[in-house]
T-cell receptor, first 114, second 112 residues
Framework: DAKTTQPNSMESNEEEPVHLPCNHS???????IHWYRQLPSQGPEYVIH???SNVNNRMASLAIAEDRKSSTLILHRATLRDAAVYYC???????????????FGKGTKLSVKP | SAVISQKPSRDICQRGTSLTIQCQVD?????MFWYRQQPGQSLTLIAT?????????ESGFVIDKFPISRPNLTFSTLTVSNMSPEDSSIYLC?????????FGPGTRLTVT
């Protein structure tokens, strides 16, 4: 399985932007970059995903390096509710066209200070 | 999106016994997954359960220890058999829909 590397922890101040990095130097051409987060005492939830181009949604933005060997999840204005563990996951296409299952790494624990 | 419920939400069990965890989804899904999250750790995939076929187990997990049923497109069970304290974890059910995966709230199991 393709591996990702993330910092163990990061801190942010409330209402400031947060940039969460992820290295994935062994990414293959068909791997999608997915981000999930796990709030305390909850199951993980989907944040965003992309293949080559930068992506934006209501939760976050995903910036993907041109060589696809790294990516950055951007939270534009961190809130206390954004305190969670953020997982960067490479997900290969598979299962007859649908995407393969998620393999979780250790993730980055984000703390948000008021 | 899919809404997933799990029963029980938590349980305390004695070693040597078995516990069956239920997972109910509010829509029909083909792919269901079971994960384990040990204290302070990340999630580990136990198995993939597709309706109409045998579950596929990941390395380190076997059917005798974690039998799975998938009787229809909205329901699955995971049994943790012959439990030991090392089985104390959160067990999460998950389903795949399109490009996203949705997770249940988890079942917190403590084995004494």
């Amino acid at each position: 399985d393709a591996k990702t590397t993330q910092p163990n922890s990061m801190e942010s101040n409330e209402e400031e932007p947060v940039h969460l990095p992820c290295n994935h130097s062994t990414i293959s051409g068909t791997d999608y970059i997915h981000w999930y987060r796990q709030l305390p005492s909850q199951g993980p939830e989907y944040v965003i995903h992309g293949l080559t181009s930068n992506v934006n949604n209501r939760m976050a933005s995903l910036a993907i390096a041109e060589d696809r060997k790294s990516s950055t999840l951007i939270l534009h204005r961190a809130t206390l509710r954004d305190a969670a563990v953020y997982y960067c996951i490479l997900r290969p296409r598979g299962y007859g066209g649908s995407q393969g299952n998620l393999i979780f790494g250790k993730g980055t624990k984000l703390s948000v200070k008021p | 999106s899919a809404v997933i419920s799990q029963k029980p939400s938590r349980d305390i069990c004695q070693r040597g016994t078995s516990l069956t965890i239920q997972c109910q989804v509010d829509s029909q899904v083909t792919m269901m997954f079971w994960y384990r999250q040990q204290p302070g750790q990340s999630l580990t995939l136990i198995a993939t359960a597709n309706q109409g076929s045998e579950a596929t187990y990941e390395s380190g997990f076997v059917i005798d220890k974690f039998p799975i049923s998938r009787p229809n497109l909205t329901f699955s069970t995971l049994t943790v058999s012959n439990m030991s304290p090392e089985d104390s974890s959160i067990y999460l059910c998950s389903v795949g829909q399109g490009t996203e995966q949705y997770f249940g709230p988890g079942t917190r199991l403590t084995v004494t």
